[in-house]
């Protein structure tokens, strides 16, 4: 009876720290501070498994979710790229807010952009 009470606890710890919550912990990241110039984000050379995706696309902001093979600090320059066109295609500039890593699929990373006028 108590090992059929911890595999329920633990399911549902798992069911809630995974998909019951309202907003990502990226999202919440991006929330905060006010972010930096795409274009001045440090590019390293990561190796890219899949094509980088846009998510989430609104004319103020959006994500960009890829999966690279090595861990490290920066992002892939097709990524940055990837932002700044996006926002010049609606007349602003791409602000990068913040980047997250799947806690299951440790090798997805989201980054998260915001658009801004060219005040």
């Given at each position: 009876m108590m090992l059929k009470n911890s595999a329920f606890l633990c399911a549902a710890v798992i069911a809630l720290s995974t998909g019951c919550s309202s907003t990502d912990v990226g999202t919440k990241l991006a929330d905060y501070g006010e972010g930096g110039l795409a274009s001045a984000q440090v590019v390293s050379g990561k190796t890219i498994?899949?094509?980088?995706?846009?998510?989430?696309?609104?004319?103020?902001?959006?994500n960009i979710r890829y999966v690279e093979f090595s861990f490290g600090y920066g992002t892939p320059m097709n990524v940055r790229d990837m932002a700044i066109a996006q926002c010049e295609s609606v007349g602003k500039v791409a602000i990068y807010k913040a980047s997250s890593r799947g806690l299951v699929q440790g090798n997805t990373v989201k980054a998260y952009y915001e658009c801004r006028s060219q005040d």
């Amino acid at each position: 009876m108590m090992l059929k009470n911890s595999a329920f606890l633990c399911a549902a710890v798992i069911a809630l720290s995974t998909g019951c919550s309202s907003t990502d912990v990226g999202t919440k990241l991006a929330d905060y501070g006010e972010g930096g110039l795409a274009s001045a984000q440090v590019v390293s050379g990561k190796t890219i498994l899949m094509s980088p995706r846009l998510e989430d696309v609104t004319p103020d902001s959006f994500n960009i979710r890829y999966v690279e093979f090595s861990f490290g600090y920066g992002t892939p320059m097709n990524v940055r790229d990837m932002a700044i066109a996006q926002c010049e295609s609606v007349g602003k500039v791409a602000i990068y807010k913040a980047s997250s890593r799947g806690l299951v699929q440790g090798n997805t990373v989201k980054a998260y952009y915001e658009c801004r006028s060219q005040d």
